[in-house]
């Protein structure tokens, strides 16, 4: 644990440089900080006056009638990161602005791979894959698209082997996401991360991995393992290569139950996690 503390005490400064790294804000941040959900939008995704409609709060974020739930967070600054207290920076940066004399506008992106909504490959804490180049580019796409489970956890307790087998999932259940104390207690809508999260212990891993037909687990905060299991869970998950991790879901106020997901990452050739838009489909 106290090579854990100070792993984070590095991280740190890291993650609080990233808010300068990028330079200016975007103008696209602007005004997009406040909680701007708004009303379903019912098939037009703009206001009268022409802009888009901002929706970053938990509010249930419906689309096509209330078919399609987005239940990926907005990318920007200000939302927590993976050590204690620290947040993420912009994440673009606008290199050509027609507003200062350009003949077009571009945007720059910078982020660490495991920021916000995010998935990780089985390099991540498995060197051998990572060497024998299973990154995001060879994920299975049938994993990531499908039917999928959620489930509330017992908000008592990290996932462990008890708290999994509680949950009597079913075999042949390929997909589940895995609601916590996370959501109840709006972790993902505080400035700064909380290493007070809940999240697989190792033991609940092994549980997971020995008596379950999973292969995709997503959780709601920054991690799908607690802090004080941080590798050991990890480790647990990516003995084999056949299990993808999605991590900091959006699953503020939607029913439990089974759904059509739809994860899809970046293409990153090489890289062992990518940034992913994640939509359930009733």
């Known amino acids: 644990m106290a090579a854990l503390t100070i792993i984070l005490l590095v991280l740190l400064p890291a993650h609080q440089a990233l808010a300068t790294a990028a330079g200016d804000a975007h103008p696209g941040y602007v005004g997009a900080e406040a909680d701007t959900c708004g009303p ?3 098939g037009s995704s703009s206001s009268s006056a022409g802009a888009m409609v901002r929706r970053h709060g938990p ?3 419906e689309y096509g009638g209330g078919r399609i739930i987005d239940i990926t967070h907005a990318y920007m600054p200000g939302k927590p990161a993976y ?3 620290a947040t993420v920076g912009p994440v673009v940066r606008l290199k050509e602005s027609m507003e200062n004399g350009s003949e077009y506008n571009l945007s720059e992106l910078h982020m660490e ?4 909504t995010h998935l990780d490959a089985p390099g991540h804490f498995n060197q051998a894959h990572f060497a024998a180049g299973l990154d995001v580019d060879t994920l299975d ?3 990531l698209n499908g039917p999928a489970l959620l489930v509330d956890v017992q908000r008592h307790t990290n996932i462990t082997a008890q708290a999994m087998e509680s949950l009597n999932i079913p075999k042949g259940v390929r997909r589940v996401l ?3 104390l996370n959501t109840d207690r709006g972790l993902s809508w505080k400035e700064g991360g909380d290493m007070s999260y809940v999240g697989f212990t190792e033991d609940g891993a092994q549980w997971l991995v020995d008596n379950t037909d999973i292969k995709l687990v997503g959780l ?7 802090l004080d299991h941080a590798a050991s869970a990890h480790i647990v998950f990516f003995k084999n290569a056949d299990i993808i991790l999605v991590e900091f879901l959006k699953l503020d ?4 139950g089974i759904y059509m997901l739809h994860c899809l990452p970046l293409r990153l050739v090489g890289s062992e996690g990518s940034p992913v838009r994640c939509i359930l489909i009733k």
């Open 83 to 85: 050590a204690p207290g």
């Open 178 to 180: 895995f609601r916590t």
């Open 220 to 226: 709601d905060y920054l991690s799908v393992a607690s």
């Open 59 to 61: 509010e249930l974020e």
């Open 113 to 116: 791979c495991h920021t916000g």
């Open 141 to 143: 796409l049938e994993v």
């Open 40 to 42: 379903t939008l019912g």
């Open 253 to 256: 106020n939607i029913k439990t």
